[in-house]
């Protein structure tokens, strides 16, 4: 791509779940001013989220979500930051990338400031290349291509429905990590995108991750955390691992690698691992359960996929855990809502297209 | 790893395919001196390959070969790199580092002379892990981890069998992209090594690569190429290929990245085309060959995994040209000159060990 990067200013909406840090849009106001920004507050919805002048948004509180999903908005996790897919929702435009309040700009090792929302848009409008891996990583980037013995059949790519975003200085470890290593940093700047193999999963971050809401929104769902719910932190991760097996199902493409963020602020091991610790175990079935999870050929549409993967959680993680159950039918009314907000989503179009 | 890395120099054996540099082992003497060479004259016999004093080494050439082998040195390629398997098979210790002699010391983005042996080293003396991804990578390098939502169960890692690494300057490119991109040239250093998942293929390139041979060796055969063959080029592809199989079947790791090596001239791409063009239309049959064989249970050394490819491919390749019925029978000629000089072998060893 030596072609400069596109801005894509209506076609990308910024969710932001919650903004309590007033620096935060001061110190990204070069980058995301131009674009339209969805901030669902996560907390108490009497207090007030300062934004900046001269930033373009839209704000939903827990009063909001109630009032426009209805007895749908049970979906929605409460008083968590899993309470940002509200935004994925409600969003009306192609791209979203989101990003948390503690992630500041980096910089390269040149010291230069590092663009994060350029680069994910450069890497969800270059193809991905899942089938076979690529020794010099993306082959689309400058200066790269596909190596000897790379076939010349999957040169095309596929379409990148996620890129995953990295982050520099407090890297995303779990409770037992943060507390074992609470001072490890990372100061390795990787610069490399590449794509994550078919067949193969990932922990999903939500800290700095854009995708492509036509091509795989609906599997976007942050799962049901934080109040009332028996765990936390692991609403990014189910995205994940749902949207992994969605794209492999449907031949798309997700990235990881660039851009950076700057992660500021380590957020409290102990309260992580008061949220975290069912996770820890049940992510041990979870894993096996996705890796083996199999979508029939019939599903051809992310909605499909997703009620079809709401179901094999209800038969086979319901035995884990009732919570399970639960999130299985919290899976179910997402994609109500999802469908109802958005009448007119490509499935929608095409079919409107037809009937003409 | 924050101890300091092992030489291993009783342990490992550096493998070369013919020397035309003599500038070659000057510079590389501050890192490989220490090592036994096991150099193997690709080309005419009469020619003598001038090693600089000081170094500790064996020469073979074709006329050894065919000594030491007798009529299974057919297995062999002659005027050709793939010629340099035959050093795996005579070298008598448990790593192997086999690099090209166009292949310079790089240098690290501060300056500093990459010592690549080390790095292999210490990509092949720590785990890897095939099934699941790390999006911060290697996790056993200084200053990483595993990240948040990646299973305990699956820390500990598996053995790494293969380190697999890149190149500066110029990459490795096939024909058609080498007359295409004449004057491309690879400066990005990507500072990460990382493990291939499980099920997913790669281009194995033979440039720079190191290897476990106790875990690996026997699948490490570079084929029938160059005098006499309809192919080359293909010689490090085919044992990629076979290795991953092998590797995901035996529960081993592949890594790749890091080290870089500084490679200095490109291959004539007219030459290139002639040797490779039939293997640009074939890899479209043997990628998804090898992307769906499968390898029986009670296959669980090397050895009888490798004889199991050979009669897939006999079975399944021979139809794309009669290249591959020969090729197959070549991989079984290739076994047992390995189990004749390698009596004691780890599968020997045990078996003599329970046999007291």
Redesign the interface.
Known sequence: MASATPLLTDELDIVIPTIRNLDFLEMWRPFLQPYHLIIVQDGDPTKTIKVPDGFDYELYNRNDINRILGPRSSCISFKDSACRCFGYMVSKKKYIFTIDDDCFVATD?SGKPVNALEQHIKNILSPSTPF??????DPF?D???????????LREGVPTAVS?G?WLNI????A??QLV?PL?????????VLT??????????GMNLAFDRDLIGPAMYFGLMGDGQPIG??DD?WA?WCTKVITDHLGLGVK?GLPYIYHSKASNPFVNLRK?YKG?FW??EI?PFFQSAVLPKDCTTVQACYIELSKQVKEKLSKVDPYFDKLADAMVTWIEAWDELNPNGPGAKLANGKAK
Chains 1, 2 share one sequence.
């Open positions: 090792p076979f891996f690529n020794t010099l990583y980037r200066g790269a291509d596909f190596v000897r013995g790379y076939p010349f059949s995953h990295l890297p995303d470890y779990d037992p990590t290593k490890e940093r990372n100061t390795r700047f990787v610069d490399a994550i193999p078919k067949g193969t999963l990932f922990p999903m971050c932190r692991y991760m994940g990881t975290e820890i992510q041990e894993i």
